[in-house]
């Protein structure tokens, strides 16, 4: 028996003993068909929501592993009905078991749910006392969450883990700041922020599927209204000091393609009503960067003045990046996935009170100012600072 079909009968084991509920009401954990991802759709024609279930199905192996890989046993559900609780427990015909959702390590839904509403979409897993609140969820963009999670990861055996990790990969490349259904609850609990959400779409390689993290999609009050790319989304997370690791590309005339390495940064802002009476946030960036890698020539040594043009580069490059996603939601969109409403009710609440009813108005009248400031630490193994 495989380690990872021993480590999921030792947790199930756990599970059916220590709680009064779930588990306790199967006939065994060797009958258990265990839901690993979900992925929801909207079908207009029909009137009711398609589900796609990827489950590791212990009640198919009698809780061994497959003969042929050496693994547990994997496959897809699909089943549909009026309500997304319905579909899921529409697969009962299928198995013949009740799914266990304690283990669900992803949800995506499709663009046509989140147009409808993410409230509807998402009050089954908030209500359901099996699901857990830390389940990270996505948008399905391009595809629908069917086609995404059906992605063969270029036959990987556990693709929901590897979609789960694209979505935590925040920690690795700050491109995303990873969505839980507990985070909506937050989201929704404050009036004038805009609710995000992170986005997958398909790459094909060859002749495997595989899923990709595309930005992020933003919500004007429980609808999706419009999507930032991976770089915009980036942007953002500059915006709202989330920024903690990753890698940029900048270009020089004279230097070339440079790559930059986020050692450490920093985003404070400053919020402030004008003496002309106008609402103006103000953020200021400090960035320490190493280079990592460099079109430059291995004959000649990098000078102080060359790296102080690089800091400026890297400067305009974040500045740019910040003031066009703040002009794209807050201008072109009115929208704030940024939490500046909150910023004004702690600092002027009785001026909070006052616009909070119609925000997304006042939205596009906001003055912003981004102010970057990059030091380079390091500039490689073997590249010399000469002044």
Same mark, same amino acid.
């Given at each position: 028996?495989?380690?990872?079909?021993?480590?999921?009968?030792?947790?199930?084991?756990?599970?059916?003993?220590?709680?009064?509920?779930?588990?306790?009401?199967?006939?065994?954990?060797?009958?258990?068909?265990?839901?690993?991802?979900?992925?929801?759709?909207?079908?207009?024609?029909?009137?009711?929501?398609?589900?796609?279930?990827?489950?590791?199905?212990?009640?198919?192996?009698?809780?061994?592993?497959?003969?042929?890989?050496?693994?547990?046993?994997?496959?897809?559900? !699909?089943?549909? $009905?009026?309500? &997304?609780? %319905?579909?899921?427990?529409?697969?009962?015909?299928? =198995?013949? /078991?009740?799914?266990?959702?304690?283990?669900?390590?992803?949800?995506?839904?499709?663009?046509?749910?989140?147009?409808?509403?993410?409230?509807?979409?998402?009050?089954?897993?908030?209500?359901?006392?099996?699901?857990?609140?830390?389940?990270?969820?996505?948008?399905?963009?391009?595809?629908?969450?069917?086609?995404?999670?059906?992605?063969?990861?270029?036959?990987?055996?556990?693709?929901?883990?590897?979609?789960?990790?694209?979505?935590?990969?925040?920690?690795?490349?700050?491109?995303?700041?990873?969505?839980?259904?507990?985070?909506?609850?937050?989201?929704?609990?404050?009036?004038?922020?805009?609710?995000?959400?992170?986005?997958?779409?398909?790459?094909?390689?060859?002749?495997?599927?595989?899923? !990709?993290?595309? $930005?992020?999609? &933003?919500? %004007?009050?429980?609808?999706?209204?419009?999507?930032? =790319?991976? /770089?915009?989304?980036?942007?953002?997370?500059?915006?709202?000091?989330?920024?903690?690791?990753?890698?940029?590309?900048?270009?020089?005339?004279?230097?070339?393609?440079?790559?930059?390495?986020?050692?450490?940064?920093?985003?404070?802002?400053?919020?402030?009503?004008?003496?002309?009476?106008?609402?103006?946030?103000?953020?200021?960036?400090?960035?320490?960067?190493?280079?990592?890698?460099?079109?430059?020539?291995?004959?000649?040594?990098?000078?102080?003045?060359?790296?102080?043009?690089?800091?400026?580069?890297?400067?305009?490059?974040?500045?740019?990046?910040?003031?066009?996603?703040?002009?794209?939601?807050?201008?072109?969109?009115?929208?704030?996935?940024?939490?500046?409403?909150?910023?004004?009710?702690?600092?002027?609440?009785?001026?909070?009170?006052?616009?909070?009813?119609?925000?997304?108005?006042?939205?596009?009248?906001?003055?912003?100012?981004?102010?970057?400031?990059?030091?380079?630490?390091?500039?490689?193994?073997?590249?010399?600072?000469?002044?």
């Amino acid at each position: 028996m495989s380690k990872i079909v021993k480590a999921l009968i030792i947790t199930l084991t756990l599970l059916f003993f220590g709680s009064g509920c779930g588990l306790s009401e199967s006939k065994g954990v060797d009958q258990t068909v265990v839901v690993q991802e979900i992925g929801i759709d909207f079908d207009l024609d029909k009137g009711e929501y398609d589900v796609t279930i990827h489950i590791l199905d212990l009640s198919s192996s009698g809780g061994q592993e497959s003969p042929a890989s050496g693994s547990p046993i994997t496959r897809i559900l !699909k089943s549909s $009905g009026k309500s &997304i609780q %319905e579909a899921l427990y529409n697969t009962i015909k299928i =198995t013949g /078991e009740k799914p266990l959702h304690s283990q669900i390590r992803l949800i995506i839904f499709g663009e046509d749910v989140m147009l409808r509403g993410i409230d509807t979409a998402t009050d089954f897993f908030m209500r359901d006392y099996e699901a857990r609140s830390t389940v990270p969820i996505a948008i399905a963009k391009g595809f629908k969450a069917s086609e995404i999670l059906e992605a063969d990861e270029g036959n990987s055996q556990q693709p929901a883990r590897t979609m789960q990790k694209i979505l935590q990969s925040g920690n690795i490349d700050s491109l995303t700041d990873g969505t839980m259904i507990v985070d909506l609850v937050r989201q929704t609990e404050e009036k004038t922020s805009s609710i995000y959400m992170p986005v997958l779409t398909l790459e094909f390689i060859d002749d495997s599927a595989y899923a !990709k993290f595309d $930005g992020m999609g &933003i919500f %004007e009050g429980d609808k999706l209204k419009f999507y930032l =790319t991976a /770089e915009e989304a980036r942007a953002m997370l500059w915006v709202t000091d989330h920024i903690t690791t990753g890698s940029i590309v900048v270009e020089d005339e004279s230097l070339g393609v440079i790559t930059l390495n986020v050692i450490h940064s920093k985003t404070k802002t400053k919020t402030q009503i004008t003496n002309s009476g106008d609402l103006k946030y103000t953020f200021s960036v400090k960035t320490i960067f190493d280079i990592n890698e460099i079109n430059f020539s291995k004959e000649k040594k990098l000078k102080q003045k060359e790296i102080d043009k690089i800091s400026k580069v890297a400067e305009k490059y974040i500045e740019d990046a910040m003031k066009n996603v703040l002009d794209k939601t807050l201008k072109e969109n009115k929208c704030d996935p940024f939490r500046l409403g909150r910023r004004l009710l702690l600092k002027y609440p009785e001026e909070y009170r006052n616009v909070s009813d119609n925000w997304d108005e006042l939205l596009p009248l906001v003055k912003t100012q981004v102010d970057a400031s990059v030091q380079i630490r390091r500039t490689g193994k073997f590249a010399i600072i000469k002044d």
